[in-house]
């Protein structure tokens, strides 16, 4: 994993260049929080504690959402996949693990905070619907 972090990312024209910087620190500020008061709540409560408002990983690296490629897909698939199913990495550096919220969450709560992320860390919003988190959520199963 740590060999295709040096290789530089190839331009698509299905995606938009990747944002890099940080989000501000504040929680207030930033695009996202005005228009989704929903995935906010959602972010507020189960992610900023690893992710940070920033999204630059509070507790390991592979928790930085800026720069991250699922961040930056318009789509949000592997946003919400993630977030249903959770992830469990073995990484040069030991485990690095992300809770299923999958259950804790309706589709409705899983698009509005994949959502979310996308607007606050991302090139380009995306606009995942409950029923196409519905059915990523039954091909999980």
């Not at 318009?74 to 485990?95: K, L």
């Amino acid at each position: 994993m740590a060999y295709l972090r040096t290789i530089p990312a190839i331009a698509s024209p299905d995606h938009p260049a990747p944002v890099v910087r940080p989000a501000p620190a504040a929680p207030k500020l930033g695009v996202a929080d005005a228009s989704n008061p929903k995935g906010k709540r959602i972010f507020e409560g189960a992610c900023a504690s690893c992710h940070s408002w920033t999204g630059q990983g509070s507790l390991t690296p592979w928790a930085t959402l800026t720069g991250d490629r699922a961040v930056n897909d318009p789509t949000a698939t592997n946003v919400a996949q993630v977030v249903i199913s959770g992830a469990n990495r073995r990484t040069m550096n030991g485990p690095s693990y992300m809770p299923a919220f999958g259950r804790a969450y309706t589709d409705d709560e899983i698009a509005a905070v994949a959502n979310y992320v996308t607007t606050r860390f991302g090139a380009k919003p995306s606009i995942i619907t409950p029923q196409q988190v519905a059915a990523l959520r039954k091909a999980a199963s």
